[in-house]
T-cell receptor
Framework: SQTIHQWPATLVQPVGSPLSLECTVE??????LYWYRQAAGRGLQLLFY??????ISSEVPQNLSASRPQDRQFILSSKKLLLSDSGFYLC???????????????FGDGTRLSIL | AQKITQTQPGMFVQEKEAVTLDCTYD???????LFWYKQPSSGEMIFLIY??????QNATEGRYSLNFQKARKSANLVISASQLGDSAMYFC???????????????FGTGTRLTIIP
């Protein structure tokens, strides 16, 4: 069966420090991968998605970036964190294939990021 | 562009009663998919149920069913015989079925916080 791992679960970082959140998927090949951010009490905002190695699409301009160095690895990064980067970050995967819209996205457990 | 609207920020329901969570959507796509997710206080997003726009019957998954009214562009989630463990945030989401790159993206609503009262 497929599993998704996301770490760390909790992170407290000072303003201006770098960030690296990692997400890996097991039990599937060539998944679509996604990074979302959820502000407290709000819905999910799609940040990045990837349909293959090295293929990253950004949904909102920001100081965050994403990379997909391996098929089942998705990394969210920042060189200098801002206070506004605080939130709950969720990684997700789905089966690949255009038109497979009945395939749900499966989420990791999330990372709670606090910027001080 | 796709848009999901959930007009109930919070709901309180007595245990064992049925509850309906509202979701309306807007899209120009001819075919699309609708999803409901549950987010407990621990944070993980749990997939509950899916409805395709061309599905003739309403989707059901155990105690969850989806009241799909295509002409009204609504996809309400019905939870029968609610339990204390149903207390959580619930999100409605949709995905278009275009062939464009990135068609797998989900658009989420702002969610409804459901509290089950013993």
């Amino acid at each position: 069966s497929q599993t998704i791992h996301q770490w760390p679960a909790t992170l407290v970082q000072p303003v201006g420090s770098p960030l690296s959140l990692e997400c890996t998927v097991e039990g599937t090949s060539n998944p679509n991968l996604y990074w979302y951010r959820q502000a407290a009490g709000r819905g999910l905002q799609l940040l990045f998605y990837s349909v293959g190695i090295g293929q990253i699409s950004s949904e909102v301009p920001q100081n965050l970036s994403a990379s997909r160095p391996q098929d089942r690895q998705f990394i969210l990064s920042s060189k200098k964190l801002l206070l506004s980067d605080s939130g709950f970050y969720l990684c997700a995967w789905s089966e690949t294939g255009a038109g497979d819209s009945n395939q749900p996205q499966h989420f990791g457990d999330g990372t709670r990021l606090s910027i001080l | 562009a796709q848009k999901i609207t959930q007009t109930q920020p919070g709901m309180f329901v007595q245990e064992k009663e049925a509850v309906t969570l509202d979701c309306t959507y807007d899209t120009s796509d001819q075919s699309y998919g609708l999803f409901w997710y549950k987010q407990p206080s621990s944070g993980e997003m749990i997939f509950l149920i899916y409805q395709g726009s061309y599905d003739e019957q309403n989707a059901t998954e155990g105690r969850y069913s989806l009241n799909f009214q295509k002409a009204r562009k609504s996809a309400n989630l019905v939870i029968s015989a609610s339990q204390l463990g149903d207390s959580a945030m619930y999100f409605c989401a949709m995905r278009g079925m275009t062939t464009n790159f990135g068609n797998e993206k989900l658009t989420f609503g702002t969610g409804t916080r459901l509290t089950i009262i013993p």
